[in-house]
T-cell receptor, first 120, second 113 residues
């Protein structure tokens, strides 16, 4: 019973195409993320959503558009794919805890198994 | 923003030996330091973490130390086994706000049987 699942696992496509990656978590977490891992294994955050609201948006081209229909799902749509978009994209989730209405702990990140995108 | 430096980038040890991976961070506001292990074809998985009010934490064969003054923290794996072979990432974040975790570049650990 996978906690964070993302599809597809592999995606090979031509430059200029549009593609989507889907992510679902069954952990009951309220925060979800997209990370990009390049060929050198460097992990960099792209987006974060808390209860369907965008809270982190790093310097990512406008061609990347996340969408969170509910707090258990976070999808990533990429327009006009470029060679440099080739990477492994990881979805992750975590659970915020609050104390006196202030975030006290942002907790462990639970990652999916990744979606390897290859742009030809 | 936060900058996390990690070294070495690759590390080979004989089975049974110890492995040490070191990281430094730049933002003194960071107070949460997790370590993740990534096996081939998998997503990273938390193996141990430490908060800034603690100097050392141990869990069986793995331990982390934190020197907040010097802004560095380390992962120690004792009695290494072949299944410890993986990429290890250190990270830093400020847990009082929406979590923006900054990762180090990763260390590829190879344990030679």
């Amino acid at each position: 019973d996978t906690a964070v699942s993302q599809t597809p696992k592999y995606l090979v496509t031509q430059m200029g195409n549009d593609k989507s990656i889907k992510c679902e978590q069954n952990l009951g977490h309220d925060t979800m993320y997209w990370y990009k891992q390049d060929s050198k294994k460097f992990l960099k955050i792209m987006f974060s959503y808390n209860n369907k609201e965008l809270i982190i948006n790093e310097t990512v081209p406008n061609r990347f558009s996340p969408k969170s229909p509910d707090k258990a799902h976070l999808n990533l749509h990429i327009n006009s794919l470029e060679l440099g978009d080739s990477a492994v994209y990881f979805c992750a989730s975590s659970q915020l805890t609050f104390r006196d209405r202030v975030i006290a702990n942002t907790g462990e990140l639970f990652f999916g198994e990744g979606s390897r995108l290859t742009v030809l | 923003g936060e900058n996390v430096e990690q070294h070495p980038s690759t590390l080979s040890v004989q089975e049974g030996d110890s492995a040490v991976i070191k990281c430094t961070y730049s933002d003194s506001a960071s107070n949460y330091f997790p370590w993740y292990k990534q096996e081939l074809g998998k997503g990273p998985q938390l193996i141990i973490d430490i908060r800034s009010n603690v100097g050392e934490k141990k869990d069986q064969r793995i331990a982390v130390t934190l020197n907040k003054t010097a802004k560095h923290f380390s992962l120690h794996i004792t009695e290494t086994q072949p299944e410890d072979s993986a990429v290890y990432f250190c990270a830093a974040s400020y847990s009082g706000g929406y979590q923006k975790v900054t990762f180090g570049i990763g260390t590829k650990l190879q344990v030679i049987p």
